[in-house]
């Protein structure tokens, strides 16, 4: 094995902050080796670097680890055949590259029971006894084992991974037979196998980089989050305390790595109630938060394959313009609303450690990407006090600009007025029930919350009066957001047929939310009127309208055939960004055009005209 290594953390520099770094599924599914040669180096000299990894991707999230391992637990309950009686495969043990530990919630290494080996799966007899499950698990090992063949060049290092992919795979049937056996996946069980997501990506990660010459340590924290009886502990516990005391224990874990560049799973051990239920997915945002918290990093980066936050989905708007600062409520709203470029728990965490956050693009390693910048009230607020540009944090890195020279390159940004950003949330069923009247209405709204609440059904937008009640829920029939489309509909049937007992229940499905965002519409009078104004003049049917809960969002729900219609329509109309927009000129930072919208420097030529998509678009303001 490699023994030389000539890139270790920065011990030396007493100056040297923590930075944690946060690599998505798709970042370490297409990009591990431009993470190893080109961003990790980049860093490491002036940092403590600390690295964060999702579950490998391909292309997209929905064809990733995660989510064929939630495919693997579903199919445990697939009875199509009886396992094989295979032979005992006893799993080697490691003591090398990757120091595992044994774990309160299941790791490997020691199988209690028979189980099938990985490599006889495919042979003819087996194939027809084989449980589904086992060509899903097949496949993961198979894409990890080509991707580690494709990265790593030391023979000795590729080993040792291959023996971990493949012991883990193992581990992993034989921990989905022991599950067929008793007939059931708990929620609890589910958290285990997805981990083995996070659990393989950040092996393979740590051998890439060890392999590039980077003293890399995986870690693993399925034992890191403080002991509580996990079976006992109330739904809805995941409180403050909760998170200081992961925060406190995960950056005392990573302490202990000394020069050694920790590279932590984004999963976290059992979490009370558990961690999809609770956390849902993309949870390791938010332990990259918790974990700059923790450490009190002078930033968070999160790495994507988009160059930060736009004001609008750039798959979904071709003229959409990168925001260089945004205000935590804002990014908050646009995450809850269909942007999910961070997990919506993920702000609370730094931002009340006033540690800023950075999205940064995988693909543009250069660029300043989008800062979530803690107290924004100082930037954008045209009437407050000139900005002191000296008492904003400033970010010490090779490739990142500092915020303040941020503010100095984009001086209109502290004139801003629009809204910042416009979103899309797709797969919504407005659900209405109208009360039966058979008893006085009070406690009619309470009936009804309880019946979603038991049903962990969310309420995304709400419209109500003293009997009437219609209310914007996820469709889970067809979101596969914890691979539980089929059981989506049934707990919906059942949901209704509950809801039935307190009046007529209608349900309209293929339906979107589209929300405009931005922390000045509190003070924007006739805002509200030109996104409502803009959809009435692309012919396009308000569903239902709900304004108010949140000061930095206006909402309403359309059908989905008109979102991305009405998507852009909006952005150019309240946004002022138009595809021959004059006056907002954007600015190419290598990669990414920046730009951000100010009412004074938008000429009203530009604004008029045809959207592209048939909607005729009126200038702003009427
Ligand atoms: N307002 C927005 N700004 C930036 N990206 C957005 C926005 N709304 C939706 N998106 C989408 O979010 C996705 C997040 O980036 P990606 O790197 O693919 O995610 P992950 O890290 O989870 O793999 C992008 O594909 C982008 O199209
Ligand atoms: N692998 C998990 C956790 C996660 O955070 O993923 P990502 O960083 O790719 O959004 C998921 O797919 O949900």
């Known amino acids: 094995m490699s023994s030389t290594f000539n890139l270790r953390q920065n011990t030396t520099d007493p100056d040297a902050q923590w930075l944690v ?94 189980m099938t080996p990985m490599n006889s799966i495919s042979g003819d007899t087996r194939t027809q006894v084989s449980p589904e499950f086992t060509a899903t698990v097949q496949l993961i090992r198979s894409e990890h084992l080509s991707a580690a063949r494709e990265s790593v060049k030391d023979p000795d290092i590729l080993q040792e991974l291959e023996d971990e992919i493949t012991s883990d795979c193992d581990w992993l049937n034989s921990y989905l037979f022991a599950a067929q056996v008793i007939d059931e996946i708990s929620p609890r069980s589910k958290d285990n196998i997805i981990g083995f997501g996070e659990r393989l990506s950040c092996k393979l990660m740590t051998a890439i980089l060890r392999d590039q010459g980077v003293d890399a340590e995986y870690v693993s924290l399925e034992d890191v989050v403080p002991a509580f009886d996990v079976d006992s502990a109330a739904e809805g516990s995941l409180d403050q305390l909760f998170y200081d005391s992961v925060a406190a224990a995960v950056a005392q874990r990573i302490r202990e790595c000394e020069s050694r560049v920790p590279i932590v799973t984004g999963f976290f051990g059992p ?3 558990s961690l999809l239920r609770q956390v849902g997915r993309g949870y390791t945002d938010l332990l990259s938060a918790l974990l700059a918290a923790g450490l009190n990093a002078s930033e968070l980066q999160i790495w994507k394959e988009v160059d930060g936050i736009f004001t609008a989905d750039p798959r979904k708007v071709s003229t959409a313009r990168l925001v260089p600062v945004i205000s935590p409520d804002e990014a908050a709203e646009l995450t809850y609303y269909g942007s999910e470029v961070v997990h919506p728990f993920t702000m609370e965490q730094v931002i009340r450690k006033k540690i800023p956050i950075r999205i940064k693009n995988v693909q543009n390693p250069s660029g300043n990407g989008t800062v979530i910048l803690p107290e924004p009230d100082n930037i954008a607020d045209p009437t407050a006090d000139p900005i002191d540009l000296s008492s904003l944090p400033s970010i010490n890195s090779l490739s990142s600009v500092p915020i303040s020279s941020t503010l100095q390159t984009y001086p209109h940004l502290g004139k801003k007025r629009l809204p910042s950003a416009v979103t899309i949330k797709d797969n919504i069923i407005i659900l209405n029930v109208n009360s039966n009247r058979t008893r006085v209405s009070h406690g009619f709204l309470a009936r009804i919350f309880g019946v979603l609440d038991s049903f962990g059904i969310v309420i995304d937008l709400i419209s109500t009066s003293e009997v009437h009640v219609s209310m914007a829920i996820e469709d889970m029939f067809e979101g596969e957001c914890n691979g539980s489309s089929s059981s989506g509909k049934k707990v919906l049937d059942r949901a209704v047929a509950e809801l ?75 946004l ?47």
């Open 21 to 114: 770094q946060k690599f998505g599924g798709t970042s370490v599914g297409k990009f591990a080796l431009e993470i190893a040669k080109q961003i990790v180096p980049a860093y490491i000299h002036q940092h403590k670097l600390a690295l964060v990894c999702s579950a490998r991707s391909g292309s997209t999230k929905a064809l990733g680890t995660t989510n064929l391992l939630l495919r693997a637990a579903s199919q445990v309950r697939q009875r199509a055949s009886k396992p094989s009686s295979g032979s005992q495969t006893p799993i080697s043990g490691c003591n090398g590259l990757f120091r595992r530990s044994r774990s309160r919630s299941g790791s490997p290494p020691v199988t209690p029971f028979a």
């Open 271 to 273: 979490v009370p109630g």
């Open 500 to 574: 039935q007992k307190y009046g007529t229940v209608t349900l309209h499905p293929h339906m979107s939310i589209v929300s405009l965002v931005g922390k000045h519409m509190r003070n924007m009078i006739g805002i509200s009127g030109r996104m409502f104004t803009t959809l009435a003049q692309g012919g396009i049917n308000i569903e239902m309208i709900s304004q108010g809960a949140s000061e930095v969002n206006i909402s309403c729900v359309i059908q989905a055939r008109d979102a991305i219609k009405a998507l852009n329509m909006i952005h150019q109309s309240c």
């Open 576 to 622: 002022g960004i138009g595809a021959n927009t004059p006056g907002v000129g954007g600015v190419d930072l290598g990669g990414g055009v920046v730009g951000c919208a100010n009412l004074a420097g938008v000429g009203v030529g530009g604004l008029r005209g045809v959207d592209g998509r048939g909607g005729r678009v009126s200038p702003w303001p009427f």
